[in-house]
Structure formats: structure tokens, C-alpha cells
């Protein structure tokens, strides 16, 4: 349901977010924090999935707050939230666009944006 371009109308709306490509993926980051990145698999994570078919399309990793942010939201939303061993114990998940309503995007992406960026700055964006 969600695409690369909806995650780009997500991120227009925070504050004081970059733009740049880590590893030669875009990334978002607020400050010198990434919150958000495009993540395609890797040969190693496709040797992982063995037998089972990866999710196809695109693939975006967020920030959480830690790692009992991450195990919340990925029992509260199995289908289009999910992990790999490369993210065990690092707060961050990953979101198979394709799957995604819309508002679960804009809330991921807000939370991993909150996740990370300074407090005075979030303070700021949650009382407008």
C-alpha cells in the first residue's frame, strides 16, 4: 500500500531532517542520527531466509526507542513490521512498504523520528 514516495511525504513534515546515502542507500536523519533508511536485502540476508520468500518490493528500516519499542510494535503488527537476524538486539525494524497502510508509515516514521531526534526538538514538534 506504502511507497518509497509516501515515506518521502512522511519525512517533508518533520523538522530539521537531512537527506544522504549511507552504505549507498538514502537515508533521513535528524541531527547526525539516522531514523530511517532504505534497506534491501543483502546476499547474506537472502542465504537467511532459506526457503522462505523474502518480502518483495521496497524495504525501509526505522529507528525505535529500544528494543522493547521494537518487540511492541512488531507483535502489534506482524504482517508489514518485521526483523531479521542483521537488526537482532539494535532498536530498529523493518517495514515492508508494500504491506503498510499509510498511517501505520506516518506513525513508524514519526516514532523512529522521535526516537532519535534531540529532546528540545521533539518537545517542540509534539506541542504544535
Same mark, same amino acid.
Request: net charge negative; charged share 40%.
Given at each position: 500500500m506504502a511507497t518509497v514516495r509516501d515515506? !518521502?511525504?512522511?519525512i517533508a513534515r518533520l523538522p530539521e531532517v537531512t537527506e544522504g546515502l549511507r552504505f549507498g542507500h538514502r537515508t533521513w536523519y535528524v541531527g547526525k542520527k539516522s531514523f530511517a533508511w532504505v534497506r534491501p536485502f543483502s546476499k547474506a540476508d537472502l542465504?537467511?531466509?532459506g526457503? !522462505?520468500?523474502p518480502p518483495d518490493g521496497d524495504i525501509l528500516a526505522v529507528a525505535?526507542?529500544?528494543?522493547g519499542e521494537k518487540e511492541a510494535l512488531?507483535?502489534?503488527h506482524p504482517g508489514p513490521l518485521f526483523t531479521i537476524p542483521h537488526l537482532d538486539n539494535y532498536p530498529a525494524l523493518l517495514v515492508h512498504l508494500k504491506s503498510t497502510p499509510p498511517k501505520l508509515l506516518r506513525e513508524i516514521v514519526e516514532d523512529g523520528w522521535l526516537a532519535v531526534a534531540p529532546r528540545q526538538l521533539a518537545e517542540q514538534y509534539l506541542q504544535r
Open positions: 515515506v !518521502e511525504r512522511v542465504k537467511r531466509f526457503d !522462505e520468500t525505535t526507542a529500544d528494543l512488531l507483535s502489534a
